[in-house]
């Protein structure tokens, strides 16, 4: 089956590690994404990358770092530096940026931060 | 003004009934428009997009007013399984990143 696989699903972390995120996808789409989702707020984009080797910053990028060494791979790392990272963190992928007028991105089933 | 406005509700209603969303959107210059459906601590997934002409798939229809910049999302006839949060999206023309609605609750109720 085609699709986006996060893991873990619940991650619980202690103040001051970094942690990292896993998302890879199947369905050969250039662009993936990172997100965020706190209650009562729209999800934020975190990084994204159009292509292999290649990213770019988001609207809160501060205190996460990407890379993309694999099309189907796109990993999160949460650093210490992240002052409330406890969040549903979303990884999505889309066949290019953000996808054509009406072509979607696909998510991820997420990942489950809680600092501890 | 936020850049894209729902009414987080949530919005309880009786199964069989027929309820509105509607979003607001404050770029002028957006040109693509979706519904995500995400159920509780899942995944958001696309309902549907939004034509211009506006759109119909089964109990749901999409409609788009550009003049007043809102997108809305009927349901007709309620189910159990509407019960989720229904995400407004928007994306400018030219490429450009998506902008998520914080979503409205709906509940279904027997």
């Known amino acids: 089956d085609g699709g986006i696989t996060q893991s873990p699903k619940y991650l619980f972390r202690k103040e001051g590690q970094n942690v990292t995120l896993s998302c890879e996808q199947n369905?050969?789409?250039?662009?993936m994404y990172w997100y965020r989702q706190d209650p009562g707020q729209g999800l934020r984009l975190i990084y994204y990358?159009?292509?292999?080797?290649?990213?770019q910053k988001g609207d809160i990028a501060e205190g996460y770092s990407v890379s993309r060494e694999k099309k189907e791979s796109f990993p999160l790392t949460v650093t210490s530096a992240q002052k409330n990272p406890t969040a549903f963190y979303l990884c999505?992928?889309?066949?290019?940026?953000?996808?054509?007028?009406?072509?979607?991105?696909?998510f991820g089933p997420g990942t489950r931060l809680t600092v501890l | 003004r936020k850049e894209v406005e729902q009414d987080p509700g949530p919005f309880n209603v009786p199964e069989g009934a027929t309820v509105a969303f509607n979003c607001t959107y404050s770029n002028s210059a957006s040109q693509s428009f979706f519904w995500y459906r995400q159920d509780c601590r899942k995944e958001p997934k696309l309902l549907m997009s939004v034509y211009s002409s506006g759109n119909e798939d089964g109990r749901f229809t999409a409609q788009l007013n550009r003049a007043s910049q809102y997108i809305s999302l009927l349901i007709r006839d309620s189910k159990l399984s509407d019960s989720a949060t229904y995400l407004c999206?928007?994306?400018?023309?030219?490429?450009?990143?998506?902008?998520f609605g914080t979503g409205t609750q709906l509940k279904v109720e027997l």
């Open positions: 990358s159009q292509i292999v080797n290649d990213f």
């Open positions: 999206v928007v994306k400018p023309g030219g490429g450009n990143k998506l902008t």
């Open positions: 999505a992928s889309s066949i290019d940026l953000w996808g054509t007028d009406y072509n979607e991105q696909f």
């Open positions: 369905l050969n789409h250039d662009a």
